[in-house]
């Protein structure tokens, strides 16, 4: 089955600093890559994903970028600000049925001002 | 538009006790999902269904069942509580025919006493 390792586990930045969150996966026939935002005691939110047939996206200050030969994909966040302090989760699914997103074990990013 | 809506918030149990988290959507969603997030650890899957009357396991089954009666509700059933299974539960849903997004609901914490 599917196995996302991500990294690192925390991470601080200044405020205006560029953060990038790195994540690897084992399963060639994943082709589907969010990440999710996680507040304190609430539930993950969707911020971006991307499709294997994509190699970047963006929106806004976020950006991912896929390397489907190495089988990873980070997540870049510009322009920092405090507010972007959450924990932040990458997870791949092969999209077939049966199959359900696999998630890394998360990054606690910290922004500072 | 309520989304996922998880019921209760916080619950303590005791050793042996047994309880059902509920998990409501009102986005006619075909796929719903349970995880449970443990600290440092990221969202473990426990089991999922593609339909009403389909369910399966996930990487984490033991310990719980579901049933999926209607499209709109997916509870999962502690029958005998342990102390390992002290987590946040979060269910999850997406519309096969919309993509991946998966949408969560806000948890529920639960301590095994």
């Known amino acids: 089955g599917e196995n996302v390792e991500q990294h690192p586990s925390t991470l601080s930045v200044q405020e205006g600093d560029s953060a990038v969150i790195k994540c690897t996966y084992s399963d060639s026939a994943s082709n589907y890559f969010p990440w999710y935002k996680q507040e304190l005691g609430k539930g993950p939110q969707l911020i971006i994903d991307?499709?294997?047939?994509?190699g970047e996206k963006k929106d806004q200050r976020i950006a991912v970028t896929l390397n489907k030969t190495a089988k990873h994909f980070s997540l870049h966040i510009t322009e920092t600000q405090p507010e972007d302090s959450a924990v932040y989760f990458c997870?791949?699914?092969?999209?077939?049925?049966?199959?359900?997103?696999?998630f890394g074990k998360g990054t606690t990013l910290s922004v500072s001002s | 538009n309520a989304g996922v809506t998880q019921t209760p918030k916080f619950r303590i149990l005791k050793i042996g006790q047994s309880m059902t988290l509920q998990c409501t959507q009102d986005?006619?969603?075909?796929?719903m999902y349970w995880y449970r997030q443990d600290p440092g650890m990221g969202l473990k899957l426990i089991y999922y269904s593609v339909g009403a009357g389909i369910t399966d396991k996930g990487e984490v089954p033991n310990g719980y069942n579901v049933s999926r009666s209607t499209t709109e509700d997916f509870p999962l059933r502690l029958e005998l509580a342990a102390p390992s299974q002290t987590s946040v539960y979060f269910c999850?849903?997406?519309?096969?025919?919309?993509?991946?997004?998966?949408?969560f609901g806000s948890g529920t914490r639960l301590t095994v006493v």
């Open positions: 991307i499709r294997s047939n994509v």
């Open positions: 999850a849903s997406r519309r096969v025919s919309s993509g991946n997004g998966y949408t």
């Open positions: 997870a791949a699914t092969a999209n077939q049925a049966g199959t359900a997103l696999i």
């Open positions: 986005m006619n969603h075909n796929y």
